[in-house]
């Protein structure tokens, strides 16, 4: 081999090696269904940490996605990914389970009532020793399971591998949101999603079904439902929030 053609193989294994390692351990792309689109980030917990914020050093809650940012850069931490983690009252309290840090800041909700968060079957997304998943409330409350971190939602959208069979899930149903939501494809990589334009639960478990292959998924909102990702040149703004995710580098 000629020195020259030495120099252009070097170069170009540096280049390799220098573009693997620079690759984003969190990922966002739009994928579509149909005619409606979906935005999706995933995030490798091999390679990111994933939390749960809700209030910040003061107690007060961060209430905006932009908040959250300013309050983490000031601490030296770079938000690389955000979205709103579930429901919540109107003083922005988690309306269900909510653990962070391995801290239960609200607990279990498994009490009856109205509203898409009450929707048989709803359900807890968490992390612990076996990874990221999705769980019924019950089978949560079954588990054992000392969490890391955990937020509660509803309805589960897909479970088992199936579209639950909630009232809402009807694919005859008119009811368009934007809506954002999430689940584990496998136990070290999580996927969030939220709808490019508005869309119904059945159109939204259809995604998390056929192009990510989600064997359960969790809805965790609708209109309120908002995305930091400055991947992507976004950064949402909206009514204020309570429970949110957040990725830091």
Not at 44 to 62: F, I, N, V
Not at 72 to 77: D, F, N, P, S
Not at 80 to 88: D, H, I, P, T
Request: with cysteine.
């Amino acid at each position: 081999m000629n020195r020259a053609r030495a120099r252009s193989t070097i170069g170009l294994a540096v280049c390799m090696l220098v573009s693997l390692g620079s690759a984003r351990a969190v990922e966002c792309a739009s994928q579509p269904i149909g005619a409606v689109s979906f935005t999706t980030c995933r995030v490798d917990l091999h390679r990111e940490s994933l939390r749960l914020y809700w209030r910040d050093e003061a107690g007060q809650p961060y209430g905006q996605l932009l908040r959250l940012r300013d309050s983490l850069a000031r601490q030296g931490k770079k938000l690389v990914l955000a979205m709103n983690a579930g429901m919540y009252q109107e003083d922005l309290t988690p309306l269900g389970l909510f653990i962070a840090d391995h801290r239960e800041l609200t607990r279990l909700n498994r009490r009856k009532g109205l509203g898409n968060f009450y929707q048989p079957p709803n359900g807890v997304f968490l992390l612990d020793d076996a990874g990221a998943r999705v769980l019924t409330t019950e089978e949560f409350a079954d588990s054992g399971s000392r969490p890391m971190l955990a937020t509660q939602s509803g309805p589960i959208l897909v479970h088992g591998g199936v579209v639950t069979d909630s009232p809402v899930m009807s694919p005859q149903s008119t009811s368009l949101r934007i809506r954002n939501g999430v689940c584990a494809p496998s136990p070290d990589l999580v996927a969030f999603v939220i709808s490019d334009s508005p869309v119904t639960f059945y159109e939204f478990a259809q995604f998390f079904l056929k192009k990510l292959a989600c064997p359960d998924a969790l809805y965790l909102d609708g209109s309120v439902s908002s995305l930091y990702a400055p991947s992507l040149g976004r950064e949402d703004r909206g009514r204020d929030l309570g429970p949110m995710f957040g990725v830091t580098e």
